[in-house]
Nanobody, 119 residues
């Protein structure tokens, strides 16, 4: 079974770039038809899909976040990463990585990591 684990960035200051990594075990990020996504949940709000990277490296982004979001991968480490630039306190959230077969399929989830943006 696929397992995902987010890194722990902790406190990030406004205007900085948030970097998160998701380490995958029990499966390869290059497995055909799998998409590897980032989702976040701000306090008191619903889940927000941020973007995904496809098994062959193609990327997809939420239109509202595309201008300051980047998703990449390291196949040698079986990891994929999120970079969110110019963060503000509104980017404070629990960030999750997730995966499934097909864009929008989220069958497997990491446990989530709290990110706080504060000066």
């Amino acid at each position: 079974q696929v397992q995902l684990q987010e890194s722990v960035p902790g406190l990030v200051k406004p205007s900085q770039t948030l970097s998160l990594t998701c380490t995958v075990s029990g499966g390869s990020i290059t497995t055909n038809y799998y998409y590897w996504s980032w989702i976040r949940q701000p306090p008191g709000k619903g889940l927000e899909w941020m973007g995904a990277i496809r098994y062959d490296g193609g990327t997809y982004y939420s239109p509202s976040l595309k201008s300051h979001t980047s998703i990449s991968r390291d196949t040698s480490k079986n990891q994929f990463s999120l970079q969110l630039s110019s963060v503000t306190p509104e980017d404070t959230a629990v960030y999750y990585c997730a995966s499934g077969t097909g864009l929008g399929s989220l069958a497997y989830w990491g446990q989530g990591t709290q990110v706080t943006v504060s000066s």
